[in-house]
Nanobody
């Protein structure tokens, strides 16, 4: 089992920045961030392998940066130039079955409880 605990959410004005963190309790091969806004489906934001290979959704590429500290088993999401449409609950996810990554929600076996990000205009 892998337990994931997110932190770092909050409220910010458009154009601002936030950094999310996700601490994992066990070994993982791929970790990712997802988000879900009210009334919308869960959307993959970004993922990263232990080797540092990343995948980004088109909606965040160039504004968000995913990274991972393998020594601390902690995942990060640096979010810059935030927009009101980035408002959502953000979830951390992990997989330990594959050495490659995806931003499809069905790929991941372990999920955190989520942290709220609210961007006001």
């Amino acid at each position: 089992q892998v337990q994931l605990v997110e932190s770092g959410g909050g409220s910010v004005q458009a154009g601002g920045s936030l950094r999310l963190s996700c601490a994992a309790s066990g070994y993982t091969l791929c970790m990712g961030w997802f988000r879900q806004a009210p009334g919308k489906e869960r959307e993959g934001v970004a993922s990263i392998t232990n080797a540092g290979t990343t995948i980004y959704a088109d909606s965040v590429r160039g504004r968000f940066t995913i990274s991972k500290d393998n020594t601390k088993n902690t995942l990060y999401l640096q979010m810059n130039s935030l927009k009101p449409e980035d408002t959502a609950m953000y979830y951390c996810a992990a997989d330990r079955a594959n050495s490659w990554c995806s931003i499809g929600s069905g790929f991941f076996s372990y999920w955190g409880q989520g942290t709220q990000v609210t961007v006001s205009s």
